[in-house]
């Protein structure tokens, strides 16, 4: 799980929050930063403040959404939900649209386990259509 939010003090927030979670947590102040660990990473979830200097959260979502297709990306934003923003993250696929008034206990833990969930669940659909597909060639 990559988090990427120019907010140190929310960085070290949730790495506090989510220190006992098993999985690989990676944790970086920008957008540049972030493309480069998903070069060196398998990253399978990823959380993103909308803005941040230098690159803003929902161009790095759109570059990640093309060459990680796969990701499933969240949004962490003190901005309030307004029908725009909402359409933008719909039409970028976003999963889920996280208020930074969140409690990072349960509210946060859950919405990352939702998402890894969602991951794994896209993960088992593509290989039983990859099995599918292998049987329907051998027929």
């Excluded at 200097?53 to 307004?82: T, W």
């Excluded at 859950?110 to 329907?136: F, K, P």
């Amino acid at each position: 799980m990559l988090f990427v939010d120019d907010d140190e003090i929310v960085l070290k927030l949730i790495e506090k929050s989510i220190a006992d979670e098993p999985y690989d947590k990676y944790f970086t102040t920008s957008g540049e930063d972030a493309l480069e660990i998903l070069k060196q990473e398998a990253i399978h979830e990823i959380a993103v403040d909308i803005v941040m200097p230098g690159m803003y959260g929902l161009e790095m979502l759109r570059i990640v959404k093309k060459e990680y297709p796969n990701i499933v990306s969240m949004v962490i934003s003190g901005y309030a939900q307004s029908a725009d923003a909402m359409m933008v993250l719909q039409q970028e696929s976003v999963y889920k649209f996280i208020p930074k008034k969140w409690t990072f206990d349960e509210d946060l833990r859950t919405d990352i386990q939702r998402a890894i969930d969602t991951y794994n669940l896209q993960r088992e659909h593509e290989d039983m259509v990859a099995e599918l597909e292998q049987c329907l060639t051998k027929t």
